[in-house]
Every structure is written in C-alpha cells, then in structure tokens.
C-alpha cells in the first residue's frame, strides 16, 4: 500500500511540475517573441582613433603610414556601444603588427582588440601602408638663417642667441642621408622688432621640404636683437578745438621740440614732423597740458607726451601807440629828416645869394653864422618830443623868412 502511495505522488507532482511548466510558457512566451522581434542595431563611427604599432623601435624607424583611422561600432547594447566610443572609457584599440616584417615598405592589416563582446567594428582603411628603415641618430647644428632673411628693408639683425645651438635627429637610414639642415620653423614673414620666444624645429633637405625624423629637443629658444632705422624729426604744435571770445590766438612752448622715430625706411622718408595736437577750447588764461605726440603708423617715437605751456593773445593786444598814449600812424616825419631838408634848403639859398650879389665875405660869413643858429636849434629838437616837434618847425619856418628878407 505505501508503495503505491509513493508512486501516486510522484506521479501527482509531475504531472504538477508539467502543468505549472506549461501555464510559465503560455504566459510569458508571447512578451519574449516581442522582444525579440522589437530588437534594434545600433552604429556610431569614432573619427581618428590612433593606431598602436608593434616593432622593434631599438633596431627600426618607421615612417609614411597614417597614425590615425575612422571606426565604425554596432551592437544592440547602447549603453556598451556608448562606452566604446568615448575615448575615456573605450578599451579597444587598432593594432598594427610589424614585428615579423623586414625593412622596406609594406601594407599592414589592421586589428581591433579588447572590443567587447556585444559591439562590432569596421576600420577605415583596414590596411596600413608603412615603411621600414634602419634607425640612426645624429646630430645637427641649429640654422637661424630665415630670421634674418626676413628682416624688414632696413632693419639690422644685430645678434641672435639660439638655444640649445645643437639638436639630436633620429630618422631612417636612407632619410638620414637627405636631411640638410635643422631650421627653426615660424611664421614671422616680416620682422621689425626684436624677438624673445620658443619655435619648433624641423628636419629638412636642401629645398627646405620637410623630412619624417624625431628631434630632440623639438623646440628652441630664440633671442633676436634688431636695430630698426631711425630719423630725428621736429615736434609741431598745433591748434584744435574752438578759442574763446576776444583771443586771436595762441603762443605754445614745447618741453621738448624734437623727437627720434624708428621703422621702415621708406615710412621714414615721408616724415619730417610730428604733430602736438593742443585742443584750446575754454582756454582763457596761460596754462600747462601734457600732450601726446602722434606717430604714424608702423612708426614709434621716442617721445610719447610733451608738456606744453599755452598763452592766449588777445585781440589788439600789439597795437602801437606813441609816448602820449596816441596811436603811432608812422605818418610824423623823423627829425632827422627835418635836419636834412633844413640844411639843404640853406645850403641852396646861400649858394644863389653867393653867386648873384657876390657879397662880401664879412657878410657870407655873417649869413653862415645866422644859417648855423637855425641849425643848431633844430638839433635840439630832434631830441625833444613830438609834442614840440611842431614849435620847433615853426622857429625854422620864421629864420628862414628872416635870412630871406636880409638877401
């Protein structure tokens, strides 16, 4: 009886266990089809991803290959294709091995490594084209020619410091062979002021074209010394601004009336001044500014501002006027003029009264005498004022008519 039991129960259970399977699948079968159905791809392209290459670098020195290739990822996992394509997080990496290569060129295909499981990868180019040298070192003298070849029309490159003077190049055997010189590379076209900065260095064969080679160091230091042409050149105040009422004009006295501009010869040529710009506007009173001087352009001046004293003028300020306080016309003849006219006129009459009465000479020498007094009086009034210049004239006028009514 207890075996029958046992085997009824066993019986029961499986058949339990059967139908508990069959209601699970019935259940949750339709949702697991849906899912599968409802799966999509997804795909993102990483952009220059580097290229790791496996060589001897002791023995060999690789050159002419891209270093860097688009991948494309796909999966249905977002989160893990995400997590590839961010360069922080991504374990992949494109590999090219060498290691079993011989000198000479060579096309490599590419590998994806460590990808995850869940994603896929494409690699743009698959293939690597690379060449293969024997390695060699070598030292080189640093050239700081093209600094001075670019100096600007006038301009004197009076030192150059370059440091370190000497590079260490590494590069294959055969480009060994075509590298002329080391040359600090910029892109200073023209230079016109002295220099102090860091340039990178390049390899390069006698056409000046770049050559594949690894530099040590890769930079240099440059000092440039230069001299720049130079003119001295007169400083010119000159007037801006509105004056106020009743002022003519101005009178400005510079602390400094000339100054040296530096540049290009041919800007120097056009220049013989610089001007002070004085704005007088409210201006009413002597006053002292400091003004900037204006250089041209591409010019510099050794004087930057000059101080300035400004004095107005006044209208009417410079008129004349006589000892009186009247105004001086110039129309009032001098007295030594007078003199002149006085002393010809009796020269003249005494030479007529000579000749027509030939008088005898008690009286010439009595007429002389009388033409003297007259003369002597009219010497003093040269030294006296205008005032009395017109008296002094009359007396002359009366001697006159006096030696007249004696002939």
Known sequence: MLRKKKKSNIIYGLLALFFSLVLFFNANGSNFQSNIASSET????????????????????????????DVTLSGVN??????????????????????????????VPLEVENLSNSVDAQVEPDTLTV????????????????????????????????TPQEVEVTSGEQTMEEIANVIISSDLDTINESISDSFPLQAVNENGEELSASLSPQTA?????????????????????DAADGISDFDFQLSENSATITGAQDLLDDVDSLEVPVDVTDITEPTTRNVNVQAPAQLRSDVDTVTVNITPVFENSDTGTGENGGADTGTQPSADEGNENT?????????????????????????????????????????ATQQQQDSADEEVGAQENEEETER
């Open 42 to 69: 997804f795909d993102e392209t990483v952009q220059d991803v580097p290229v790791s290459i496996d060589y001897d670098s002791d023995e060999y020195y690789i050159q002419g290959y891209e270093d860097t290739v």
């Open 78 to 107: 977002r989160v893990q294709l995400n997590a590839e394509a961010n360069e922080e997080t991504r374990n992949f990496e494109v590999v090219a091995d060498l290691t079993d290569l011989e000198e000479g060129t060579h096309d």
């Open 131 to 162: 060449t293969i040298e024997k390695k060699v070192t070598k030292n080189f003298q640093i050239d700081p020619q093209d600094f001075e070849d670019n100096l600007q029309d006038g301009f004197e490159l009076e030192d150059a410091t370059v």
């Open 221 to 241: 230091e440059v000092q440039l010394d230069v001299s720049a042409p130079d003119k001295e050149v007169s400083l010119t105040p000159t007037q801006t601004g």
């Open 343 to 383: 002393e010809n006129t009796e020269t003249e009459e005494t030479n007529t009264a000579t000749d027509e009465d030939a008088s005898p000479p008690v009286e010439e020498e009595t007429t002389t005498e009388e033409t003297q007094e007259p003369t002597e009086e009219t010497q003093e009034q040269t030294e």
